[in-house]
Structures are given as structure tokens and as C-alpha cells.
């Protein structure tokens, strides 16, 4: 598997229904491969993957997760990923563009709240409980039928499906977390805010000391904010931002490590492969070989 065979899929390649938005069956997807492997890939858009019976894998940006049945992941467009069965599915594959976010007033918190979408670091699923089951296959399956209709409105009722779905998914996954709605507002505008300083100055700011300057905080109290919401530090964070793009870097580019270490802002080659060494426990060159040759 050479990086030049990784592909990225468009939505318009998906669907006939719309350019911005898509809704499959896995067990027709399945059929489709007819008996043969899923390649890695990435997509140009967002995706949400319910599957409601299932056994296998899937590969999330270099992490794997046994499939269980009532599960949900969701992935950013960019991400690279395998699903692979063992036996035939049974569940959804809803996928939407950036634009049809905006056009039905979708939030962007709704995406980039806590634990939903990450476009770096751990994707894991979100276990759907049997209580909570029927709800959800509800949800997909009056998204599947407004979609198929030639009603008016169906976008606009679509947008409102899936708005609802992730509301009931965000609910979902904070049902633990603490219940002071003020510290709730605090805590998670710190860390969608930090997460947005992250993948714009990724490159040039490798430094805790960085992002808490420039959110007004100490770097002790992004540190212990960020952990307390995600289980992982702001330093965490950083660190798995810059090896996933370095993965994906050293997968889809043929740039070298000492220009790859300067385009993630290394001043030293050795640096950066002193530091991917330390989080991998391989250098990069050893990681490039390992992959493409799996």
C-alpha cells in the first residue's frame, strides 16, 4: 500500500440525493466490497456511522477499536479510516458537508464539543446503552425516509433530523460529566476555544505556555481544565496533534523527515525524530515502513 493509493472521497461521489448530504445502509455498503477488504481512506466531509449489529474492526487514525453492536463514531473530514466486518452489518453511514452545517443553523459546538468529532488523538466510539437504543434507530431511520422522498422541504427536515441526533448524542456523552451548567459553559468554551488555537498554530506553537497566553489563563490551569473534560492534558493534546499530522504527513506526502520536521516546526530533524520516537516508540522512518508495508 503505497501513500499515493490512500484516497479521499468526495460526497457527490456518495449520493445522488444531494452534494451535501448522504445516508446509507452499512449492510449495502457491505455488500458492495462483495467479499473483498476495505482499503484505508479519508473523506472530504463529516460522517456518523451507527452500527446497530456487528463484529470487527475499525481504524481511526492509526487506532483500532473492536466493533460491538450498538455503537457510533464520528469522523472529521481528513481523517484516515478502515472499517472492516467479519460478518455483515446491520446500521447507517449519515455523512454531510460544512455547508449543509451552515445552511441548517447546525452549531459549530455541536461539532466540536467535547467528545464527538476529533480530528486528532483518540476517535473512540460512543456506546449506545439498550435503553437508548430505540431512540437512536428511530432518528436514523426518519433521516432515511425524509431523504428519500420528494416532499418539500426535505433538506430543511433532514438538517433538523440531524441536528436533533447530535444534540441527543452530545446529551448523551455528558451524562456523567459535572452538572453545573456555569462551569459546563466555562470549562467546554476553554477547550473548544483551545482546540481552535491548536489546529491553526499546531505548526509554530508546540508549547502549553502558548495557547494559555493566548487564552488569558495560566498553563497549570489549561493543563488541569483540559484533562478534567477530556482525561488527557492540554500538553496531551499538543503532542497527539502533532504526531497524527506527522503520520498522515509521512502516509500521504513524499517529503523527506528533515522537510517534514521543518514543515511541523522542528528546527532539527533529530528533534522531531527523537520526539515521534518517544511517542510511537518507532522513528519515522520505521513507522513509514511498518504501515505501507501492513
Not at 451535501?20 to 473483498?36: H, P, Q, T, V
Not at 481512506?41 to 463529516?46: F, I, T
Not at 488523538?121 to 446503552?129: E, F, T
Request: overall charge negative; proline content about 4%; glycine content about 4%.
Amino acid at each position: 500500500m503505497l501513500h499515493q493509493e490512500i484516497k479521499t472521497y468526495t460526497l457527490a461521489e456518495k449520493t445522488a440525493f444531494s452534494s451535501d448530504f448522504s445516508i446509507k445502509r452499512m449492510e449495502a455498503s457491505y455488500s458492495l466490497l462483495n467479499g473483498r477488504k476495505p482499503a484505508p481512506h479519508r473523506h472530504d466531509y463529516y460522517s456518523i456511522y451507527y452500527i446497530v449489529k456487528g463484529t470487527g474492526s475499525h481504524i481511526v487514525d492509526f487506532m483500532e477499536y473492536e466493533i460491538e453492536d450498538g455503537q457510533l463514531y464520528f469522523l472529521m473530514p481528513g481523517q484516515m479510516h478502515k472499517l472492516e466486518f467479519s460478518s455483515e452489518p446491520q446500521g447507517f453511514i449519515v455523512s454531510f458537508s460544512e455547508h449543509f452545517l451552515i445552511s441548517n443553523a447546525i452549531p459549530d459546538y455541536l461539532i466540536n464539543d467535547i467528545y464527538l468529532f476529533n480530528d486528532y488523538g483518540q476517535s473512540p466510539p460512543l456506546p449506545i446503552h439498550e435503553s437508548s437504543a430505540a431512540l437512536y434507530l428511530n432518528l436514523f431511520e426518519q433521516i432515511e425516509t425524509f431523504s428519500g422522498s420528494l416532499e418539500k422541504y426535505t433538506l430543511e427536515a433532514v438538517g433538523a433530523l440531524v441536528k436533533l441526533l447530535l444534540i441527543q448524542s452530545n446529551n448523551h456523552c455528558s451524562l456523567k460529566k459535572e452538572e453545573n451548567p456555569q462551569f459546563l459553559e466555562t470549562t467546554n468554551h476553554l477547550l473548544r476555544s483551545f482546540k481552535q488555537l491548536l489546529n491553526k498554530h499546531y505548526v509554530e506553537k508546540h508549547m502549553v505556555n502558548d495557547y494559555a497566553e493566548m487564552l488569558a489563563v495560566t498553563p497549570d490551569y489549561l493543563n488541569k481544565t483540559v484533562k478534567s473534560i477530556t482525561g488527557k492534558s492540554a500538553k496531551d493534546h499538543i503532542q497527539s496533534k502533532l504526531i497524527t499530522e506527522a503520520k498522515r504527513w509521512l502516509l500521504f506526502t513524499n517529503q523527506s523527515n528533515k522537510e517534514l520536521a521543518y514543515s511541523l516546526g522542528f528546527e532539527e530533524s533529530a528533534h522531531f525524530n527523537n520526539f515521534f520516537k518517544k511517542n510511537t516508540g518507532m522513528t519515522p522512518t520505521e513507522f513509514k515502513t511498518t504501515t505501507l508495508q501492513s
